[in-house]
């Protein structure tokens, strides 16, 4: 089916464990992003990318590592967990204006 | 850094209600987005305003982009149940980076 997915929907992982999200988009669009959403934040930039090989940080990008080997898919991976990271994350993919988001992750780091 | 201020944060009214929301920036964006957010779902974009000035209607929700480009506002008709849910304001840059207002949470009464 055409759209953006992601995985896992939820995960529960410990302090100081690496961890990754999966982001999937079938649109063959140039661009994808991670944002993390929290109460009193909204949604806030980790990175993005412009196309396969191409990335760079966004407002929030410390403790996380992103990869663009494929242009439909833009893992997102947390190095070493921390509480702090305890947020629900939404992968994005867009053709430069109109934004599609995935279903989003929540992850809980204890 | 361009800052996107929503409000109100909070609404709650009957249904038949009229509301408006609003979204303030001290800086010019090229463009306005509105989204619209169910619980456990990514945000879905409503509407994108690009010229200031310009009105925008969908159904019973008016959106207006501000003449300077700076501040846009979200107008609804009759509020209805299925109306309930956060509304996201958010500003285009490049690349088809957004910077999101902290959203509205709207809760419409039957």
């Known amino acids: 089916d055409a759209g953006i997915t992601q995985s896992p929907r939820y995960k529960i992982t410990e302090t100081g464990r690496q961890v990754t999200l999966m982001c999937h988009q079938t649109w063959s669009h140039s661009y994808m992003f991670w944002y993390r959403q929290d109460l009193g934040h909204g949604l806030r930039l980790i990175y993005y990318s412009a196309a396969a090989d191409i990335t760079d940080k966004g407002e929030v990008p410390d403790g996380y590592v992103v990869s663009r080997s494929k242009t439909e898919n833009f893992p997102l991976t947390l190095e070493s967990a921390t509480r702090s990271q305890t947020s629900v994350y939404f992968c994005?993919?867009?053709?430069?204006?109109?934004?599609?988001f995935g279903q989003g992750t929540r992850l809980t780091v204890v | 850094t361009q800052l996107l201020e929503q409000s109100p944060q909070f609404l709650s009214i009957q249904e038949g209600e009229n509301l408006t929301v609003y979204c303030n920036s001290s800086?010019?964006?090229?463009?306005l987005q509105w989204y619209r957010q169910e619980p456990g779902e990514g945000p879905v974009l409503l509407v994108t305003?690009?010229?200031?000035?310009e009105v925008k209607k969908l159904k019973r929700l008016t959106f207006q982009f501000g003449d300077a480009r700076k501040d846009s506002s979200l107008h609804i008709t009759a509020a209805q149940p299925g109306d309930t849910g956060l509304y996201l304001c958010a500003g285009l840059r490049s690349y088809g980076k957004l910077t999101f207002g902290q959203g509205t949470i709207l809760t419409v009464h039957p």
């Open positions: 305003v690009v010229t200031g000035g």
């Open positions: 800086s010019v964006f090229s463009s």
């Open positions: 994005a993919s867009s053709g430069g204006t109109d934004a599609f």
